[in-house]
């Protein structure tokens, strides 16, 4: 049997904790099918956890975090933290090797990522 987190036994923290985990869901427009699938759980039991009735185990709410792109520290408490690592290790490598470009391709890559960033924010603020 894994781990249960003995705060995860607060009814007030299970709460605040499903209404976390169904927020970052929302946020990467996932239905609870979708993460239940990306995690390996059913999707009756990530609704429990959603609901604030069932706590996972630490197995599970490590596999929740990775794949919300959050830390542990925010699922279960809701402690931002501006300095969380990046999780996916091909932009990592790739942020590693931009270190070494001379300035003016730094510069050149920096404009195209924001144009792409940019691009990105107007066709989410069109579709609402």
Not at 10 to 20: D, L
Request: hydrophobic share 40%.
């Amino acid at each position: 049997m894994f781990l249960r987190i003995n705060l995860m036994n607060n009814e007030e923290i299970r709460s605040a904790f499903g209404a976390r985990l169904k927020l970052l869901r929302k946020q990467k427009k996932w239905t609870q099918k979708e993460l239940a699938n990306k995690i390996s759980i059913q999707y009756p039991q990530l609704n429990k956890y959603e609901g604030g009735l069932h706590t996972p185990s630490l197995e599970v709410i490590l596999k929740l975090a990775e794949a919300l792109s959050t830390s542990v520290d925010y699922l279960i408490a809701g402690n931002e933290n501006e300095d969380i690592p990046l999780h996916n290790l091909r932009l990592l490598q790739r942020f590693k090797k931009l270190e070494s470009f001379d300035n003016k391709d730094l510069e050149i890559t920096l404009n195209v990522l924001d144009a792409l960033i940019l691009k990105h924010q107007a066709k989410e603020a069109v579709q609402g």
